[in-house]
C-alpha cells in the first residue's frame, strides 16, 4: 500500500504540473507554442532511486524542443484563380496531345476541327501545340507533308480568329523553327563517354530528330508558312560548317522546298541560285565524303529534270489505312503524297494562280474569276492576293494593285476590309521578304484603300 500510495504521489505530481503548463500555454497563440526538452523516466526506476541514490535511473526516451508549425493560410481569390488557370492550360495541353497521338490522313479533317474546338485561346497553348507538332514530325518523317498541312490550317483559323497576344501563328511558328534548328544544330556532347552501342543510337537519334526537322521547315517553306528569307539563312548556316549531317540536311531541306521555290517569282531566286552554285562546287571538288557527295549530286540532277524523279524510288511517305492494304497484297500505289486540307469549295490553289497572272496583265478575266469565290473565303483571298501583289516589281506592281482594286470592289466591303486588316496584322513577317513594305504601305496601298472608302487600316 505504501508502494501504490508513493507511486501515485509521484505519478500525480508531473500530471499536475503539466496541466498548469497547458493553463498557461492556452492564453498564447499557436505561433508563440514552444514545447521545452523533457527527459521521459521509468517510475520503476524512479521508485529504486528513492533507496538508491547512486544509482542513475533509466532514460526511455528524450523530447526535442520544437515549435509549434503555423496554421495554413486559406488561398486568396488570386492565387486560387491562378490554379484554376494552370488547371486549365494543363487539360488543353493534354487535349492537343491526345489528338496528335490519334492523326492521320483518314482522320484529318474530324481531328484537326477537334483541335481547333479543344480551348486552343492563347499564346501559351498555340506554343505547346507548335512543339508538339515539331516534336512528332522530327520522328515520324513519312506525316511531315501531313503536319505541314495541318499548320496551314491553323494558320487559316487564327488569321480568321486572331491571338489575344500580339503575335501571329506565323511568328510563333517562326520562333519554334528557330529553338528547334538551334538545338539540333550542335551534336551532342559526351558521346565518348558511352558504350559504343549507346553512342551509335544516340548519334542515330541525333540524325533523325536534325532530318526530321529541316524536312518540316522546308515543307513549311513550301507552303509560304515561312518567309524566304528564313529558308536561305538557314542554307547559309547549313553550308557555312560543311559536315556529313550539315551537308545531308542541306540536300533534304531543298528537296523538300526545290519544287515550289525554285521559280522566278520566288523572292529570294537569286540567293537560292547561288545556293546551288555552292552545292555544284562542292560536288565538283570531292570535298565531302561519297555519300554526301552523291546526295547532293541526285539533288542537282532532280532539279535539271524540273523537280520531277527519273526513276521511281521506294520511299517512306505518308499513305491512308486503303493504301497499306493495297501494298500488303502486292497492287500499286500512287508514289505521290496525299495532302488531306480541309475540304474547299473552289480550287483555292488554282484560282490564286490564275487570278494573280491576270493582275499582273491588267486582264479583266480577274473579275469573272472573282465572281467564283464564295463568300466564306473571300477574305483569305483579299490577304493572300495583296501579299502577292506587294512583291511584284514596282511597275507590276502599279498595274497589278489597279487591277486589284477593281476586283475587290466585285466583293462585299466587309470582307475586304477584314482580308485587308489580316493583310496589316501579317505585315511583319511580309516585311522581311519586302523591305520597302512601309513605303508601299503609305504611299500606294493608303491611298487606294481611301478610294475605295474602306476604314482605316493600323500598319505597324
Known amino acids: ?39 521521459i523516466y521509468s517510475v520503476h526506476e524512479l521508485l529504486q532511486c528513492r533507496s538508491k541514490l547512486h544509482q542513475e535511473p533509466w532514460i526511455i526516451y528524450q523530447t526535442q524542443k520544437v515549435k509549434a508549425p503555423k496554421p495554413e493560410e486559406s488561398p486568396s481569390p488570386t492565387a486560387r484563380s491562378s490554379r484554376r488557370t494552370a488547371s486549365g492550360n494543363e487539360s488543353i495541353a493534354r487535349s492537343i496531345k491526345s489528338i496528335l497521338n490519334k492523326l492521320t490522313l483518314e482522320k484529318f479533317q474530324a481531328l484537326s476541327q477537334q483541335l481547333l474546338s479543344c480551348g486552343i ?38 488569321v480568321s480568329q486572331p491571338l489575344d497576344c500580339e503575335k501571329s501563328f506565323k511568328r510563333l511558328l517562326l520562333e519554334e523553327c528557330q529553338c528547334c534548328f538551334e538545338r539540333l ?30 524536312k518540316l521547315v522546308g515543307s513549311l517553306l513550301a507552303r509560304g508558312m515561312l518567309a524566304s528569307k528564313v529558308g536561305i539563312a538557314i542554307l547559309e548556316e547549313l553550308l557555312s560548317n560543311a559536315t556529313n549531317e550539315t551537308l545531308e540536311s542541306t540536300a533534304a531541306l531543298l528537296t523538300a522546298m526545290g519544287s515550289a521555290c525554285d521559280r522566278p517569282s520566288w523572292p529570294q531566286k537569286v540567293a537560292l541560285d547561288g545556293i546551288f552554285k555552292r552545292v555544284a562546287g562542292l560536288v565538283a571538288g570531292k570535298s565531302c565524303q561519297p555519300r ?6 541526285d539533288l542537282l540532277e532532280l532539279r535539271a529534270n524540273g523537280w520531277e524523279e527519273k526513276r521511281p524510288k521506294a520511299l517512306e511517305r505518308q499513305m491512308t489505312l486503303a493504301q497499306v492494304a493495297k501494298l500488303a497484297n502486292g497492287q500499286k500505289v500512287e508514289p505521290k503524297a496525299m495532302r488531306c486540307l480541309q475540304p474547299a469549295v473552289f480550287d483555292q490553289d488554282r484560282f490564286r494562280q490564275q487570278v494573280l497572272g491576270l493582275l499582273k496583265e491588267a486582264d479583266a478575266s480577274a473579275l469573272e474569276l472573282a465572281q467564283s469565290v464564295p463568300a466564306t473565303a473571300q ?30 470592289e466585285a466583293w462585299p466591303r466587309a470582307a475586304v476590309a477584314e482580308g485587308l486588316q489580316d493583310f496589316a496584322l501579317g505585315a511583319e513577317d ?14 500606294e496601298l493608303r491611298p487606294s484603300f481611301a478610294q475605295l472608302g474602306l476604314p482605316e487600316v493600323n500598319f505597324a
Open 121 to 158: 485561346s492563347t499564346a501559351q497553348h498555340v506554343e505547346v501545340l507548335i512543339r508538339e507538332i515539331f516534336d512528332k514530325a522530327t520522328t515520324q518523317h513519312h506525316f511531315i507533308d501531313m503536319y505541314a498541312d495541318l499548320c496551314v490550317v491553323l494558320h487559316e483559323h487564327f
Open 379 to 408: 477574305r483569305a483571298q483579299v490577304c493572300h492576293l495583296l501579299g502577292a501583289v506587294v512583291e511584284l516589281p514596282t511597275e507590276q506592281r502599279q498595274k497589278a494593285l489597279q487591277s486589284f482594286l477593281k476586283l475587290a
Open 1 to 39: 500500500r505504501q508502494l501504490e500510495s508513493d507511486t501515485s504521489s509521484i505519478s500525480s505530481e508531473p500530471e499536475k504540473e503539466v496541466d498548469d503548463e497547458l493553463d498557461a500555454s492556452s492564453t498564447m497563440s499557436m505561433d508563440e507554442v514552444e514545447f521545452e526538452e523533457k527527459t
Open 185 to 214: 544544330l550542335a551534336p551532342p556532347v559526351d558521346l565518348e563517354d558511352l558504350a559504343v552501342e549507346e553512342k551509335q543510337n544516340a548519334a542515330r537519334r541525333y540524325k533523325t530528330s536534325m532530318l526530321g526537322n529541316i
Open 292 to 297: 554526301e557527295r552523291f546526295l547532293l549530286k
Open 430 to 443: 511580309l516585311a522581311t521578304d519586302v523591305p520597302l513594305l512601309p513605303r508601299i504601305f503609305q504611299q
